[in-house]
């Protein structure tokens, strides 16, 4: 079975521009969730999807980010426009509807931001 | 706000020594209770998992104690490996919803 997959692995981008991170669950998976680890500590919800709905966004900061899960498989996380303070390690994770609540994680974009 | 409390921050622990990483919980709606382990450059992956209705579960060299009346369970680690020197996470969620994660302990076992 194929994990998370996430691209790209590394982003450095100057404060101000933006930039876009992809996420493909593991096939079946129907909710899938991105979060934001920020060195040092545990990763933080930014939004959870339920399918192609979202269910939770309420640590998203909307004024600079987007997702969008349109077709309920693979993910768009979106920031525009960075800031310095938004430089982490952005995480996809997906669980299966039914399953244990176990959340299998991607590897992760690391986000450097200048 | 702090849902999920985790300490030490770092621990150096003696190859065949045991490691024990603590968290607390304020939320008594958690239901799930999972440890993740994370390597640098990897996501976090599951190491072990509880829920509120027992008190321990053990996977090999792997034990969660639970104490749900002090809204507390912690990660035992027998005999330490050099291998499990990694960033050990706890988290909490409600179901099989979003979790609340710890910020993290990281494990270091000397040969």
């Known amino acids: 079975e194929a994990g998370v997959a996430q691209s790209p692995r590394y982003k450095i981008i100057e404060k101000r521009q933006s930039v876009a991170f992809w996420c493909n669950p593991i096939?079946?998976?129907?909710?899938l969730y991105w979060y934001q680890q920020i060195l040092g500590q545990g990763p933080k919800l930014l939004i959870q999807?339920?399918?192609?709905?979202?269910?939770?966004d309420s640590q998203l900061p909307k004024d600079r980010f987007s997702a969008e899960r349109l077709k309920g498989v693979d993910s768009t996380l979106k920031i525009q426009p960075a800031k310095l303070e938004d430089s982490a390690v952005y995480l996809c994770?997906?669980?299966?509807?039914?399953?244990?609540?176990?959340?299998?994680f991607g590897p992760g974009t690391r986000l450097t931001v200048l | 706000q702090q849902q999920v409390k985790q300490s030490p921050q770092s621990l150096i622990v003696q190859k065949g020594g045991i490691s024990i990483i603590n968290c607390a919980y304020e939320?008594?709606?958690?239901?799930?209770f999972p440890w993740y382990q994370q390597f640098p450059g990897k996501g976090p992956a599951l190491l072990i998992a509880?829920?509120?209705?027992?008190s321990e579960k053990k996977e090999g060299r792997f034990t969660i104690s639970f104490n749900k009346s002090a809204k507390q369970f912690s990660l035992h680690i027998m005999d330490s490996q050099p291998g499990d020197s990694a960033t050990y996470f706890c988290a909490a969620s409600m179901g099989a919803g979003k979790s609340t994660f710890g910020d993290g302990t990281t494990l270091t076992v000397k040969p």
């Open positions: 939320n008594t709606a958690f239901d799930y």
């Open positions: 994770a997906s669980t299966a509807q039914g399953g244990t609540g176990e959340q299998f």
């Open positions: 509880i829920r509120p209705d027992v």
């Open positions: 096939s079946g998976h129907a909710t």
């Open positions: 999807f339920q399918n192609n709905g979202v269910v939770d």
